[in-house]
Structures are given as C-alpha cells and as structure tokens.
C-alpha cells in the first residue's frame, strides 16, 4: 500500500541555519504530496503542496519539489528562525473512488535555537 | 469564518466508559475527515464522511469504532468500552469538496 517516509528527528539547528527534511513515497500512480505543519498543541497546517512531477510548493521560505523520478519532496528553508519549532509532516493522497484520505510519514521535529 | 471547531480539547475516560468527539466542519464544507494521531506517530486516517453518508472507513477499528455526520449537527466520533489503547489525538478536517482539508485543533484523548 501507500507510504511516506521521512527523516527522524528531532533535528535542532541554530537560528538562521540551512534546513533539509527529507521525505520518500511509495504509491501506484500520480499521488498529489503535500507538507504540513504541528505546533505545540494545535492541529496540522498546511504548509505546501504539489500536484505532480517537478511541480515546486513554497510558503514562507519553505520549498519542496516532486521528483518523481526519486519519489521524494524534501523540505528544505535557507534559513530558519526560533518561530519554525515544530512538528513537520510528509503526506500523499491518491483519490481513491472519491476519498482523498492522506498518508501521513511519522513526523519530524524541528527546534532552533536562537 | 470560524474554522475547523473540534470539542472537547481534552477529554479524560476511565476503562469501560464511552467517548463521543464532535467535529464542527467550516462552513459551507460537507466532507469531513477522521484521523487518529498515537503519541511519537503521524496521523492516521480512519474514517471519511459526507452529510449522512459514510464514504470510506477503511481506517476504523472494526470494533467500538462508529462515526456519523447528521443532516443537521457536528460528525460525531464515538467509542465505546474505551480501553488504554484508545488514548490519542483525534483530529477531524473538512473541505468543500474532494480538495484542501483544513484541520480542527484535536481531541486528546486520555483512558485511564
């Protein structure tokens, strides 16, 4: 079946550091993938997206894109600030008779430090 | 336009005892989407709804496990005879349509 696999964390990087988050897939077809974002507490953002090969998403310094053929989305951001601690998440869909559940890799935590 | 409305935030229950999360979708939205969230795991999917109609529970337990989402009023989640093993954040998310979730602020659930 369907899967994503991501770095395990935690990661800790300083203020202002380069952050790569690297992210696999397994899945029939064109799944679309997607990151989100958990801070403490709260629910799960969506940070990016991308619907096909080579498509790049972007949000707020973050960059991720579809390479198909490695079947990876790292996350990656020039330079991260104290207020990008949280909880990252790969994810695919695949509409599947109408339900576009996703699959969610374990999550990856991220602390900077100023 | 509020969001994504899940209550309670913290829900406590001893052994034995039933659960029932709500799930208020945003407005306008008629998909809403259960998942389950064990601690250190990413989110797992359980459950998909439309308005009175069950669309995939693929991801449900096959026991004590039921949803609904009403004509009128929140998705229900609900559990029975919760046991240790049920303790984790539930989390509901809705669309409009089969694209763009927005996700609620999760249920935590505690079995003790």
């Known amino acids: 079946g369907d899967s994503v696999t991501q770095m395990e964390g935690p990661v800790t990087l300083s203020e202002e550091a380069f952050l790569t988050i690297n992210c696999t897939y397994t899945?029939?077809?064109?799944?679309?993938l997607f990151w989100y974002v958990q801070y403490p507490g709260e629910g799960l953002q969506l940070l990016l997206k991308?619907?096909?090969?080579?498509d790049k998403g972007s949000n707020k310094g973050f960059e991720a894109t579809y390479r198909k053929e490695t079947t990876s989305f790292h996350l990656e951001k020039g330079s991260v600030q104290v207020s990008d601690s949280a909880v990252y998440f790969c994810?695919?869909?695949?509409?599947?008779?109408?339900?576009?559940?996703?699959?969610f890799g374990k999550g990856t935590k991220l602390t900077v430090n100023p | 336009n509020a969001g994504v409305m899940q209550n309670p935030r913290h829900l406590v229950r001893r052994r034995g005892q039933e659960a029932r999360l709500r799930c208020s979708p945003m407005?306008?939205?008629?998909?809403v989407y259960w998942y389950r969230q064990l601690p250190e795991e990413g989110l797992k999917f359980m459950v998909y709804?439309?308005?009175?109609?069950?669309?995939?529970e693929s991801g449900m337990p096959k026991e004590r496990f039921s949803a609904e989402f009403p004509k009128e009023g929140p998705s229900i989640l609900r559990i029975q005879q919760v046991v240790r093993g049920d303790s984790a954040a539930y989390f509901c998310?809705?669309?409009?349509?089969?694209?763009?979730?927005?996700f609620g602020s999760g249920t935590r659930l505690t079995v003790v």
């Open positions: 991308a619907t096909k090969a080579d």
């Open positions: 709804l439309q308005k009175e109609n069950i669309i995939d």
């Open positions: 998310a809705s669309s409009p349509s089969q694209a763009g979730y927005t």
């Open positions: 899945a029939t077809g064109y799944p679309s």
């Open positions: 994810a695919l869909s695949r509409d599947q008779g109408g339900s576009e559940k996703l699959v």
């Open positions: 407005k306008g939205h008629s998909h």
